[in-house]
């Protein structure tokens, strides 16, 4: 249960939770939305979320104490939910806010959905419910515009700069580049995994599944049940040039709702005639940053370098022993905004600088 309760947290915590406020009054809904793309729409196994007034008077998330024997809990300190007369699995409470599991139901169309606590039944809102309600979870930062992503092979997420501060590392996708994404609402799995008990094997979904980055198809390689309502898919990104590319997921041709998007970084292509040491490819443009070491500056010291909002990498080393000159002209181009060519090997190496007159 802890393995489950951390990787769910941590998908689910970068969601947007509301403050909480206190209220003793009975509960009112006001929506119920998809918890992921917060738009209408629900399907079994899909994280919901319940908005209104006077939902819960405490606020919290379920913990290890809330489960018995492997089953989820239907109740948060007294606070109950039903989807179609049947218990939902409650994760999160708050005076104006539950996020809930929808449970295990055939039903299809116009479902009720309530609210009880301790202060009394709340009104009943109904909501469409169908065999699928696919949605990417979203980064709450930057205005919820980008999917929760990996890379899949170092796990970083896949963010713009500075998305977390500058503390965090965060890596933008390239063309060819296997990610990781997450969802809800993505439907039946092969194993037939209960709604209602912690997920201990992962298991494939039984839908066909499209994925379009970008407006092109990406190559799914996997796309299954790995937590409670929680869905992984490891995608292959098509070939797109550099910027933000939307995502779509689409299960037996109902389509994911809200916005969600990816930041791509297309690696400049080889350059001609080139001399030895090879060059792979060259940046330029205005420098936008330039990071330090806090160690002592030698030879081929790591450095980082953004040209036009392109990142020359985190361990990149600068092939000249004058490493501190060359910082301190990059410090001044970004000061006078003057315009810079970078051009580095294959192996990452910048191995050619140069001043392009404005």
């Avoid at 420098?287 to 985190?314: H, K």
């Amino acid at each position: 249960m802890t393995n489950h309760n951390r990787l769910l947290r941590s998908v689910l915590a970068l969601a947007l939770f509301p403050a909480a406020t206190a209220s003793a009054a009975a509960p009112v809904i006001q929506s119920v939305v998809n918890a992921a793309s917060y738009q209408p729409g629900i399907a079994s196994a899909t994280w919901i979320a319940i908005q209104g007034t006077g939902l819960a008077t405490s606020t919290r998330v379920w913990a290890g104490g809330d489960f018995v024997s492997g089953t989820l809990p239907t109740a948060l300190d007294g606070v109950k939910v039903t989807v179609n007369n049947k218990p939902a699995f409650v994760y999160f409470v708050s005076p104006t806010q539950i996020n809930a599991l929808a449970p295990d139901d055939t039903a299809i169309g116009q479902v009720p959905v309530v609210v009880t606590n301790s202060q009394g039944t709340s009104n009943t809102v109904t909501s469409n419910k169908q065999t699928a309600s696919p949605a990417l979870f979203n980064y709450s930062q930057l205005g919820g515009r980008y999917s929760v992503t990996q890379a899949a092979a170092t796990y970083e997420l896949v963010a713009p700069p500075n998305t977390f501060g500058q503390t965090v590392r965060t890596v933008l996708a390239q063309p060819g580049e296997n990610l990781i994404l997450y969802a809800t609402g993505l439907g039946p799995v092969a194993s037939g995994q209960p709604t209602g008990q912690l997920v201990s094997v992962p298991s494939q979904i039984t839908n066909p599944i499209v994925v379009l980055i970008g407006g092109q198809r990406a190559t799914v390689q996997y796309a299954g049940l790995i937590g409670s309502g929680l869905y992984q898919l490891n995608v292959v990104v098509p070939d797109l040039p550099s910027g933000d590319a939307p995502i779509v997921i689409s299960i037996n041709g109902t389509a994911s709702t809200g916005a969600a998007f990816v930041p791509i970084q297309r690696v400049p292509g080889p350059v001609g005639n080139q001399t030895a040491p090879p060059i792979t490819g060259c940046v330029s443009g205005q420098v936008d940053s330039v990071t330090y070491s806090v160690s002592r500056l030698s030879y081929n010291q790591p450095d980082e370098v953004s040209i036009a909002g392109t990142r020359l990498c985190a361990t990149c080393a600068i092939k000249s022993p004058l490493y501190a000159e060359f910082t301190s002209r990059m410090e001044k181009s970004m000061g006078q905004r003057k315009k810079v060519e970078a051009c580095y090997d294959k192996q990452g190496n910048v191995v050619q600088v140069r001043l392009i007159r404005p």
